[in-house]
């Protein structure tokens, strides 16, 4: 009997032991889980972004304080429960967008970098940018969404300058660069008598340099009509195929001057190929933006190929849309360098814009005039040498 007490009191220690262990480490968890609570306050409270969270319904669950200096220090608690839809927020400034907003979190994916304004109580304007991830749980089960907001509204306003500087200048060096590049062509041209040999290759840089200012400003100038949202568009349905013979044209000077030429994929069409060179094939838009977005690609084709090597354009039907695409063999675009080709001043060499020439803006203003004509525009850069640019536009 005194062997099993023996016994029974060492198990009762054991486990007494054991519990103030579990105890201490419970304490030891806690503080350690109030110790991170208190970082994770601490260095949102001194972030510029806030932080937020929706549950399954899209509805928010959590904003964190941050928010408060720049929403005329409201409460964020009051926004629970709410989903984006409800926020007192313009939505009907530019109802496009924010529906196509709103499908990418019905459909549970992510985004970045969602711009728009926001009016706090104040009547303040504040341009806001937001980030989201959805959520799941173990099983795929999604229970909400995630993500990161900040106030733009200074970036926003001294970008909004840096334009109307820049658009005022172009304007103002548009007209004298006109009259200096016209006289430039009346003297190639003889117009004024023959050109002293020893004079020809110095009015030749001064025209060519004055071409590039020329086109730098018209760029420059597209730019800010397509960024103020004042760029004029007259759709109509269109032959893309005559298009593109007039593009072929308009840049056969420059495929001559690089030793390229241009080739149109064989008509399979009515052979039954949905691919190939689609004659009779239509879209929705505007010729002389179009043109715009050809010219820049045709070019650029010429100018990045190896001398000799055709530049290959296809035009394919399918499923309501119209796919324009332009290959050519050459350096190939560096794989790490994804959808920055299309940023302004862009350039995947810096010594292309003087090897090569260009300002940098082409493939810019053409993602932009695409994306007015509720297309898409993309490219592919393979292991051998050839890189294709896409072009997809609503079929007519």
Known sequence: MGVVLAVYGIALLMLGRNINKALADALTLRDELDGSETRFRDFSGAALDWYWETDENLRFTLITDTVRRYNGGIDPSVFYGMTRRE???????????????????DARE?????????????????D???SGWPIFDAEGTFVGYRGVGRDTTEAS????????????????LRSPL??????????????????????????????????????????????????AGSMAFDMKTIDIVPLIEQAIEENRGIAEQYGVTFQIEADQLEAGDPGGYARGASVIGDADRLIQVLNNLLSNAAKF????????????????SVTISVANRGRPIPADFGERIFDKF??????????????????????????????????????????TFRVTLPAG
């Open 87 to 105: 926020l007192p927020i313009a939505h009907n400034k530019d109802k496009e967008r924010w529906e196509r907003h709103f499908q990418v979190m």
């Open 110 to 126: 992510p985004f970045q970098n969602f711009e728009y304004s926001f009016v706090d109580r104040h009547g303040e304007i504040h």
């Open 128 to 130: 806001w940018s937001i």
């Open 157 to 172: 306003q001294l970008g909004r300058m840096k334009n109307e500087f820049v658009s005022t200048v172009s304007h103002e």
């Open 178 to 227: 006109t009259s200096i590049k016209g006289a430039l062509d009346l003297i190639k041209g003889g117009a004024l008598g023959r050109v002293p040999d020893d004079m020809e290759p110095m009015i030749e840089v001064a025209y060519k340099n004055s071409e590039r200012l020329f086109l730098l400003i018209n760029d420059l100038l597209d730019i800010e009509k397509i960024e």
């Open 305 to 320: 190929s190896e001398a000799g090597a055709p530049v290959r354009i296809g035009v394919a039907r399918q499923n309501g």
């Open 346 to 387: 862009s350039q995947v060499d810096a010594s292309d814009t003087k090897t090569i020439g260009g300002t940098g803006l082409g493939l810019s203003i053409a993602k932009a005039i695409v994306e007015k004509h509720e297309g898409r525009i993309g490219y592919e850069s393979s292991e051998n040498d050839t890189t």
